[in-house]
């Protein structure tokens, strides 16, 4: 009989014997192979065997447990606005809305383009932050929506739900309305211009420059408040 089939055989009796209850966890792999008196190589192949059949599974850092692994746990959107943070937000963000953009870019109609002109002059004629920021989120929304991807699009809408719920405290420099140099004027100009020149990799680049400015700003306002 080869040792890794002993070292099976071993386990099954084992197994068979404790009578252990789901989701009870093993004994470390040493100390079981010392147990077994088989090699931990041989005892690795026989956990492996019985792991494919479905009697044990195995979690990477906590160890190998009986029975058959639990169903992943599924956060509701009320879980991940109460358990988030506006760092995780934020790097969502950078990871998806590139990505976004550069749909947009391959899918956007010249309405699509039109429309994220109108939001970014609606911004730059803002009498307030609010104005401001109501627009910028829709031009935003605008790009998602160009993508011509209902999931990406509620992909989106998702992000952007638990990014306006996690609030991070933003100090204004300027109580009234943003400055003409706000950087994200320059820099929202690039990302539509981007998008109605069909420049994918430039249309992704450009978002992801502007959430990185986003990104930094929020840091350094959240220092000064703290």
């Known amino acids: 009989m080869d040792e890794h089939v002993g070292a099976l055989v071993q386990l099954r009796a084992y197994l068979a014997q404790q009578d252990l209850p789901a ?100 911004m730059r004629s803002a009498d307030t932050w609010r104005q401001y920021e109501f627009f910028d989120n829709q031009l935003h929304r605008v790009i998602a929506e160009s993508t011509q991807n209902r999931l990406l699009l509620a992909l989106f809408d998702a992000l952007n739900r638990v990014r306006r719920t996690v609030v991070w405290g933003r100090l204004r420099a ?14 929202h100009d690039r990302i539509v211009a981007a998008i109605a020149e069909r420049d994918l990799d430039g249309a992704a680049q450009a978002m992801l420059a502007h959430l990185r400015t986003v990104e930094r700003n929020l840091l350094e306002t959240r220092v000064a408040a703290e």
């Not at 509701?76 to 990505?99: I, K, Q, Y």
């Open 174 to 187: 300027n109580p009234t309305r943003p400055p003409e140099n706000h950087h994200s004027f320059a820099e």
């Open 23 to 122: 989701n009870t966890r093993l004994p470390a792999e040493r100390e079981l192979a010392e147990q077994l008196g088989v090699s931990r190589g041989d005892l690795r192949k026989a956990l492996a065997v019985l792991e494919d059949e479905g009697h044990l599974w195995r979690h990477v850092g906590k160890g190998t447990f009986v029975g058959v692994k639990p169903e992943e746990e599924v956060l509701s959107f009320g879980d991940v606005e109460s358990r988030t943070n506006p760092a995780e937000v934020m790097r969502t963000r950078l990871l998806v809305e590139p990505m976004i953009a550069r749909e947009a870019a391959l899918n956007a109609t010249s309405a699509d383009v039109a429309a994220m002109g109108r939001c970014i002059q609606s």
